[in-house]
């Protein structure tokens, strides 16, 4: 079968309810994971002795530094691991995160902050083995969109998990405090322990790609050393501008995500444990449909770069935001809807669909995995610098809260230089695109 009649196939030959199942199994996976990974968030962390440190910030960065050396580590693991090592693998780093919980609850102050790097250090790896199932699809696009839809609601979701826990801590057992906070993280994975097993089971039962999805997409299969350096080598000039992008919307995702909290009581919103998956909610529908929507697409250079241009509205959306914050402020949730879909547009777009197509495109030796993990680890090295950094940061002398002002900042700079980087980056992919072999979705 040729390629131009592979692409007119219809992706429905494959049952509806196979592309369903993924969906649920995947979306599960990884929502259930954000339940050993933010729930900690929810806390304000003000314990006694850290003056002259934000405990919360050295407790995000410390996770994150761990969830960093995952992704580096995740480069190889990743793209060697092989299908049926995948589900065994992932259940044993849950449990690996779920017991640093229980250290971080036990171990005295300062060192349950190495306890909460230990619990990044399993899960970084944990979106990898999730998206080895999904790619290599003519649904692809549709399957992974649901996949990111998990850590959009999972982000907000999490956090009402956290701060309803620590309410009821509080409230019906009389906990203190600090008591409910170190705590916390750990019955939040308990309640999720079994669900996440079920979806891992659900992932492990998914049939591998037809040959239909492999003529459209290419095969994939686990990388050698020598595949991972000459795709680097091969694709540097374009990889290097998605990998700086994702780098800028990595660092403003992140911030709004764990500080959503102080971003939300800063503009002056009453926060309740509701509030935060309510939000989430709207961002989750938008960056779905937009990047989802790319399935519906069989060229794949065209596909490639409408998602760049998606990306490029994002930004956009996010510039907006900004402005208006500033000369007409928006309601807080308002506020935080319109950054949050600007943010996630681009960054979901380049989970479900540039690498994807990057692949397809070139019908190189090569798998999502491997070039998703050179880009997060790039994207959480910066937000691990920002977050030591932030504790150098000189705080006003009237003692005002600056985190909104900051973000704000942060999200103009980064999203003018990431449309720059879009830019580059068409550029490269055109030229690129017009040297290379012949897109197997257009006829030959």
Not at 30 to 51: E, H, I, L, N, V
Not at 63 to 91: H, M, N, P, T, W
Not at 210 to 228: F, L, N, Q, T, V
Request: aromatic share 12%.
């Amino acid at each position: 079968m040729n390629a131009e009649t592979v692409n007119r196939d219809s992706p429905y030959q494959t049952p509806w309810w196979i592309h369903l199942w993924a969906v649920i199994a995947a979306f599960g996976t990884y929502f259930c994971m954000y339940m050993y990974r933010k729930p900690f968030t929810a806390a304000a962390y003000t314990d006694d002795g850290w003056q002259d440190w934000d405990q919360k910030a050295v407790l995000v960065a410390s996770q994150v530094v761990g969830y960093l050396l995952s992704k580096i580590i995740g480069i190889r693991v990743v793209s060697e691991v092989k299908r049926e090592q995948r589900a065994g693998l992932l259940f044993g780093l849950i449990l690996l995160a779920h017991g640093s919980l229980l250290l971080f609850a036990i171990v005295p102050a300062p060192w349950h902050i190495f306890c909460i790097f230990l619990n990044g250090l399993p899960l970084g790896i944990v979106f990898g083995l999730v998206l080895g199932f999904l790619e290599g699809r003519r649904m692809t696009e549709a399957l992974t969109a649901g996949l990111c839809a998990s850590f959009i609601l999972a982000g907000g979701v999490s956090k009402t998990v956290g701060q309803s826990l620590l309410e009821y801590t509080q409230k019906s057992w009389q906990w203190s405090v600090p008591q409910s906070e170190r705590w916390m993280p750990f019955l939040a994975g308990c309640l999720f322990l079994i669900p996440i097993a079920g979806f891992i089971w659900m992932l492990s039962r998914i049939p591998p790609p037809d040959e239909h999805d492999e003529s459209a997409r290419s095969k994939r299969e686990p990388m050698s050393r020598e595949d991972r350096i000459r795709i680097m080598r091969t694709y540097a000039g374009g990889l290097a501008a998605i990998s700086c992008m994702y780098l800028l919307v990595t660092i403003l995702r992140s911030l709004r995500d764990d500080f959503a909290p102080e971003i939300l009581a800063g503009l002056g919103a009453t926060v309740k444990p509701s509030a935060y998956a309510s939000i989430d909610i709207w961002v989750a529908l938008i960056a779905m449909v937009a990047n989802g929507s790319s399935v519906l697409i069989a060229n794949n250079r065209v596909a490639l770069q409408t998602s760049l241009c998606i990306c490029g509205l994002g930004f956009l959306v996010t510039l907006a935001a900004v402005f208006l914050q500033r000369t007409s402020p928006l309601s807080p949730e308002w506020m935080m809807v319109m950054v949050g879909a600007g943010l996630y547009l681009p960054y979901v777009a380049v989970h479900t669909t540039i690498f994807e197509r990057v692949i397809a495109l070139t019908r190189d030796r090569a798998n999502v995995g491997f070039l998703m993990y050179l880009a997060d680890a790039l994207g959480y090295c910066g937000y691990v610098a920002l977050m030591l950094g932030k504790n150098f940061i000189p705080k006003p002398s009237d003692g005002s809260n600056d985190i909104v002002t900051w973000f704000l900042a942060t999200c103009a700079f980064a999203s003018a230089a990431s449309l720059f980087l879009i830019v580059i980056a068409m550029f490269q992919f055109i030229r690129f695109g017009a040297q290379n072999p012949v897109d197997s979705s257009e006829p030959e």
